[in-house]
Antibody, heavy 118, light 112 residues
Framework: QVQVQESGPGLVKPSETLSLTCVISGLSITTGYNWGWIRQPPGKGLEWIGSMYHSGGNYFNPSLKSRVTISVDKSNNQFSLNLNSVTAADTAVYYC???????????WGQGTLVTVSS | EIVLTQTPLSSLVTLGQPASISCTAS???????????LSWLHQRPGQPPRLLIY???NRLSGVPDRFSGSGAGTDFTLKISRVEAEDVGIYYC?????????FGQGTKLEIK
């Protein structure tokens, strides 16, 4: 069974960089699936942050593109999110997820709450 | 970007009765191979979203057959034939065809 799990600091100071890691179990990250990050501010809806494609490309939401990077660590079967210059508006539960061959995000982590505050 | 508008935003349904959620897209979105990646997610309080329906009308393995999806063009619908207590939560439509991927605002389903 494929599972993903987010990890990282729960508190980040304004103007600093938010860094999260998503560890994949039950499937090699090199298998050919695509992966992504989605966030959800408290009490609000879902926002796609960006995705990493096995073909080698990364795509990001234009609203965040200038501040986001997604990288892969094949040796540890994980991928990471970096979001720089954070503000309180970046406070959210951050999810990593698999973009399945069925064209939807079919495997989700439990999510990790990141609060931006001094 | 493709804006997905859901109606209603909240729904109060009696157990055993049907429920229906509409999702209207601001424009058509189709892959070059003709597929339309319009999905429906269900999120219970404190839980991550769960994929229910993919490519408009296909139930993911393990999803009860009381859930069905339909639609074409820019109009899509999720129907629950007989609502059960475990169906409470928020339902989102989402598209993964055109960048940026987008989600509807969510529809909160509650039991009357």
């Amino acid at each position: 069974q494929v599972q993903v799990q987010e990890s990282g600091p729960g508190l980040v100071k304004p103007s600093e960089t938010l860094s999260l890691t998503c560890v994949i179990s039950g499937l090699s990250i090199t298998t050919g699936y695509n992966w992504g990050w989605i966030r959800q501010p408290p009490g609000k809806g879902l926002e796609w942050i960006g995705s990493m494609y096995h073909s080698g490309g990364n795509y990001f939401n234009p609203s965040l593109k200038s501040r986001v990077t997604i990288s892969v660590d094949k040796s540890n079967n994980q991928f990471s999110l970096n979001l720089n210059s954070v503000t309180a508006a970046d406070t959210a539960v951050y999810y990593c997820a698999r973009l399945g061959v069925v064209g939807g995000f079919d495997v989700w982590g439990q999510g990790t709450l990141v609060t931006v505050s001094s | 970007e493709i804006v997905l508008t859901q109606t209603p935003l909240s729904s109060l349904v009696t157990l055993g009765q049907p429920a229906s959620i509409s999702c209207t897209a601001s424009e058509r979105f189709v892959h070059s191979d003709g597929t339309i990646d319009l999905s429906w997610l269900h999120q219970r309080p404190g839980q991550p979203p769960r994929l229910l329906i993919y490519r408009i009308s296909n139930r993911l393995s393990g999803v009860p057959d009381r859930f069905s999806g339909s639609g074409a063009g820019t109009d899509f619908t999720l129907k629950i034939s007989r609502v059960e207590a475990e169906d409470v939560g928020i339902y989102y439509c989402t598209q993964a065809t055109k960048f940026p991927y987008t989600f509807g605002q969510g529809t909160k389903l509650e039991i009357k």
